[in-house]
Structures are given as C-alpha cells and as structure tokens.
C-alpha cells in the first residue's frame, strides 16, 4: 500500500495569523446559500472578529433567505472571476454584478443573491456585527474595483491602493485592494489594533507574520490579528497584489 505526499504551507497561530492556501480547504453546508461551493476559512474559532468565506457560486446558485439578517450585522460580496452574473439586493436596491463587482449591506440590511444562470462565479463573502456610534449610520455601497483608480499608498512608488467603501466613519469597517510592483514593499513594519483578512489576487511574497517570515502566494488567505506585527516584500516578477478587510474609525471598548 502506497501513501500521499502529504504536506501543506498552512500555518495557523490561534489569536495570532493564519496562512490558509487553497489545497487543504474542504466546502462548508451552510443553510440559506443553496447551490454554493464555500469554504470558511476566516471565522472567531481562530480569533477573527468576522467570518470569511470564499468559493464559486454555481450558475443556478442562490440564497433562499437573507444573508446576515441578524441585528447588528454588516456584510460584504465581492465577485473575484467567472462567466456569470450576480444580481444583488440588499434592501430595496438590487444591481447586477460581474467580476469584480461588490455590494457592501449595513447593519440595518440584509443580502440576497442569484446567479443570472450565464456561468458560476467566484466569490469572497464576509460579514461582522457592526460597532455603533453616535449619529453614525452606514448605507448600503455599489460598485466595481475595475472602476477605482488606484492611488500611490502612502505615496510609495511601487505600492498601489484601491479604497472599496466610503472612507467615513458612517463605517467601522473597509476593503482594499493593495497591490505591489516587483520589488516594492511596506515602508516599515506594521503593529496596530486593527485585524485584517486578507485574499490574494495575484503574485508572490514573503510576509513578516509576527516574528515568522512566510512565502505566501495566489490563492491564499491571511489572517492578521490584532498588534500581529506585519509587512511584506512582493518576490515574484509580476504584481503581488491582495483583497483586504480592515475595522477602522471606533474607539476600543473597555
């Protein structure tokens, strides 16, 4: 009898970071999202403050009821790639989708989606309980990150930046989409209150984790806890460039 090869680049530091590549990734059953292949791979079992998912939404793939209806909480879809469409709602207003569509729903709205039936398409899912603030009230965002511009981050040359959400403390929460030219890096190493999901899009890079210094890739998520010390350097001969989640404009309850 024979036995794989088996081995993978995951790391998961519980409260920490976790690096999670696609090869060790199972689908997740989840009730009301009918006809989707997903995986969790963010979620507070290992210290996130949301949950993450990601995986392709068939051409006949649907929710049969609101997703983050709950009170109190904020969600995210993103349409990474695929030959479909998905037509959106959250509350009264309802868009269609293709890649590189989104759709941000507050606290006080919930998501639905369909897929048009054209072909199955890739998706990032997200959601957290929104942290209220006095005379702050969020609104449901539309867009596509094919139609942002990008900005020099913190105006570095080889560091590029997309701003998907209103930057405004309506919101406590943002997505980015941070990308690197080869050889460009973050200009010190980061150690802040905020978390981060992260997906990435394209490319290659070693990322400071921590005290671990980690070859991340294409395909893989991260997972960045709070005061997690972090920076990268993008290695490959193309872009290193990644989707990602970030908490923002609250004070920390004590």
Known sequence: MSFPDLKTRSVVKPGEYAVI????????????????????IGSPKIGCSFVWYTG???SDG???????????????????????????RVGDESVTLGQGGFA???????????????????????????????????????GNTNDIPEINYMGLDQVFLKDLLPVDTHFDMNFHILSFAPGGCHPFIETHV????AYLLEGEGIYLLGNDWVQTMKEDFIWFGPFTQQACYGT???????????????DVEI
């Open 21 to 40: 590549p696609p090869e060790g990734r199972v689908i997740n059953v989840i009730p009301g999202l009918e006809n989707c292949k997903l995986s969790i």
């Open 56 to 58: 392709t939404v068939t």
């Open 62 to 88: 649907y929710t049969s009821r609101p997703f983050a209806a709950e009170e109190g909480i904020e969600s995210f879809i993103w349409v990474m790639d695929g030959e479909g469409e998905l037509e959106v």
């Open 104 to 142: 941000y729903a507050p606290d006080n709205k919930a998501l639905e989606f369909k897929n048009t039936g054209r072909g199955d398409v890739r998706v990032i899912l997200y959601k957290q309980r929104y942290i209220p603030a006095e005379g702050k009230q969020p609104y449901a965002v539309f």
């Open 194 to 197: 905020q978390e981060h999901g």
């Open 236 to 250: 490959g001969n193309g872009r290193f460039t990644y989707i990602y989640s970030k908490d923002c404009h609250r």
